[in-house]
């Protein structure tokens, strides 16, 4: 029969205590933008310039000095002398004077001289003659320069993700390549001798999901994985895994072996690996509660639940936020409000993730928790994102607002 | 000057008129699940077997015959013979008689003749044998065959993209390979002769940011991209790339010289490659007016706004849906309610989309417009998602629900 947990923490001990105790490569490559989706940045990306660098026209029309258009209407038009078309890419170096104008499209530069632009909507043209039929006031349809975005704004921040929008904004300013941080190693393996991987089921047995479900998140997140399958459950086939899996790796995770009756299998093999050992053992989390930390030559080591949905959900809210915090990396989190559709009960002194449902209704987003049994994998396949219940609540009711993480 | 659009569509028109009009190939591969991150599935995936596929224990504990335990209490134990101990992954044959008991750990299974398990906190042991503690009824922490997914329940449907969530759950069943929808190829080009991909800029000229952006978005929808960078402005050169383009992938994306002085050459060149051409010319929408559909070969042709804004939006609310649309993909949106800060102006008669912020704030999910010029580059950079203004609505006020969109 198992040993009971040696000590149950609180996950918000758990993560500065393990920041402490372990180290994690921040290294740094140069790469083409082109190829820097989905990775972090290393530096402070900032604008180089003050964007847009020219004023410039927000809509096809005709630049004039706006004082020339006063009592300009339908009923009055006013002429002015057409000197040509200013082309996108270019810059007419000509001046306006009184009463003359230049044909401008959308994003064309302002020549000199002129204040505003008449939308071609309230023109007409005849010949070399253009008549203005709206009055416009100074800067009316003009961009000033640096509307936009001022130079040394920053643009992107250390460890921001870069996404396909940030490609754009570091492109208006020309950025070809950018220094992102490497991504770290994570070794990835399931203990258990119920497990396979394949073939047809024994009475009791059970497929090995949690090394392809860790090793997933780990890829979305940006990691690299090396994925080493199911492990016996034995003292010496784990001892000899997670020393393969460190000496390749900067993180291992393990999952399985932390509450059954093979507990002391992981923590005893995880101690066998030098000082400190297991650090964390167990934690006032449901589902989660038997997770095990333990630090081996600096390097973390994670013995996840061999439960599905407490190992994901203990990888998303304790795990990544560890290994995020540590190299820099912010996590970029969907947070919204949502009502519950029902009471959730909670036991205090434990903190709490329930699987919802998010239900967009009358103007209103509901969340409706799924509630499961710990080894339920339904909420992973129909959820849509994470309830938490905070370790002093004693529940929460019907009709509350609660915080939703959409995943 | 530009001439003026020759016709103007509503995108809700756009979308069955383009479908109808192009081929794309939907080419399947079966690949191992390891590596399907992210992929389409080819294929309803079914559950097959019950989940859980025999009755589990919910707690660390002592299974029994419920009957057994009436009365039980810290006042009146009731003593249990101990048979053993059921392990994680193997099936106890011998069955229950009365007043006897197996430990079994979370997850074990239940031995035969039991129909309850007693948690271990309400007993004591005493050698071999178990004091019962708590009352224990039918069913009592059992969790039933099939309880968490039946036999042939959908898990994930045909063109769902797979997450680590739809991993755990096809590993459940120990899905080993599946069949995913073959990636599309895109290629992206900019023209304008304003354009530069590096280097100082003269007046009046900007750096390409779009042939990036559109790339990043493609692949991030995890379609294959050849990005062939800025094309000179001019007829024969447009002829040419898009010729190039279209012999080598499926779908084909251009950018700039939609509605400025080069606006003819798209035009002309699209039409030049064969019927039926251009077929749309200008959407309803702001921003993204001057968008422009074409076909040759039945293969899709998009000249995107060279606006990064407007080309952005239109990628992301048509483009995409169109795409998606005939290879059978799901777009799962993360969509909300939420509260605008401000009132939004809009002109009736056309969709309008504007970048918002995200504000979580007393239990209210408060979006803030950003408003913006087309050629804002900064909505991108710092927005949280999209608010999408109906085709007849004359504007929002602030304190109305909207839907928004996040990304």
Redesign the interface.
Known sequence: ??KKFLTVSKSKDVIPKILSLIDLPIEEEEID??NA??RYTAEDVVATFD????R?S?V?GFAVRSVDTKGASPGNPIPFKLLG?V?????EHRRLNPSETF?I?????IVDGADAVVMREYTEIHNDEVFIMKEVSNEENV?PIG???KKNDV??ERGERI???????M????V?SIRVIKPIRIGIFST????????P??????????S??L???A??DGFIVS?YGIVKDNFESIVSMLKKSISQNNVTFMSGGT????FDFTVDAINSLGKPGVVIHGMHLSPGKPTVFGIASRKLIVGFS???LAS?LVYRNIVRTIIFKKLGLKLKK????AELSENIPSRKGREEYIIGN?I?KD???IVRPMF???????P??Y?DGIITIPLMSEGLEKGE?V?FE??
Chains 1, 2 share one sequence.
């Open positions: 029969m198992p933008i082109e989706l989905n964007s847009p660098p020219f410039k927000l096809d078309e082309h996108i890419g270019t810059f044909f499209p959308t994003g064309g530069a961009l509307e936009d975005i643009i992107l996404t396909p929008r940030k490609i754009a904004g492109r208006n300013f020309g070809k258990g001798d119920e497990l396979r991987d394949e073939g089921l024994k009475q009791g047995e059970i497929y090995d999901s949690n392809y479900t090793a997933a998140e890829k979305q994925r509450s059954k009756g093979n061999g439960n599905p994901f969907k947070v919204i409000f998010l967009n103007g209103k987003n499961s049994e710990s080894a339920f994998i339904s992973l396949l959820g607002r915080v959409l995943w």
